[in-house]
């Protein structure tokens, strides 16, 4: 367990993390919304900014769990893609994603070593000394 120095300062992040989410949030919904000569209250800016983090942190918990599930401490991008089952759309979206992200990569043909497992692992155990 952490000490109670180490807590604060967990909260405090978190703290920070969520104001700087929602600030960035609010941004691009005052940028869309000038885009579409629309205004938007405060309040309901307000609203938009939480219901995005509080929708931000249950796809983490979902993405954290998938992980699990397949037995990686580590989220990949099948994780993301079953996150969004239940949109057809976006998931389609993050598969043409995924796939471009693929084609782009650089294909790295690691060649192995010739030789037989047996060779490498052979080890003389006997030296044989010539007759001088």
Known sequence: ??????????????????????????????????????????????CISDLAFKYAEQ????????????GRKTVNMEDVILSAHRNEQLADSLRTFCNDLKAKEPHLDRKRKKGTRKQDKATPTVLHIPDS
Not at 59 to 70: N, R, S
């Open 59 to 70: 796809l983490a918990k979902d993405l954290e769990l998938f992980a699990q599930h397949g």
């Open 1 to 46: 367990m952490g000490s109670d120095a180490e807590r604060e300062e967990d909260v405090a992040a978190t703290d920070l993390f969520r104001d700087r989410f929602r600030l960035c949030t609010i941004s691009i919904a005052e940028a869309e919304a000038k885009q579409n000569d629309m205004e938007i209250s405060q309040p309901i800016m307000a």
